[in-house]
């Protein structure tokens, strides 16, 4: 099993940057593909980034592509969310999630661990 804690959420400015970290317990991390997902008010979660085991694919919404990088450092247990450029259409509480099968899917229904959410909101 694995825990997982995120971090960096805060209030930005539209335009502005910030970095989410999601740090995993245990010693298997770098078997999990990783996700990030997001939840805005009034909406259904909806899926932002994620990446495989190894870090050979990233994939993105198309509303991030450009925008976000997602990354890790197995060695940290650690994944990352780089958002730039953030718009107001990004407020959300941001999920890290983690995959037993390594694969880093886009269907929040693939994995199997979740952590508890930070908040992210950008002022126009």
């Known amino acids: 099993q694995v825990q997982l804690g995120e971090s960096g959420g805060g209030l930005v400015q539209a335009g502005g940057s910030l970095r989410l970290s999601c740090a995993a317990s245990?010693?298997?991390?770098?078997?999990?593909?990783m996700g990030w997902f997001r939840q805005a008010p009034g909406k259904g979660l909806e899926f932002v980034a994620a990446?495989?085991?190894?870090?050979?694919?990233?994939r993105y919404d198309a509303s991030v592509k450009g925008r976000f990088t997602i990354s890790r450092d197995n060695a940290k247990n650690t994944v990352y969310l780089q958002m730039n450029s953030l718009k107001p259409e990004d407020t959300a509480v941001y999920y890290c999630?983690?995959?037993?099968?390594?694969?880093?899917?886009?269907?929040?229904?693939?994995?199997?661990?979740w952590g508890q959410g930070t908040q992210v909101t950008v002022s126009s």
């Open positions: 999630a983690a995959d037993r099968r390594g694969r880093g899917a886009r269907g929040p229904s693939e994995y199997d661990y």
């Open positions: 990446i495989t085991r190894s870090a050979s694919d990233t």
């Open positions: 245990g010693r298997t991390f770098s078997s999990y593909g």
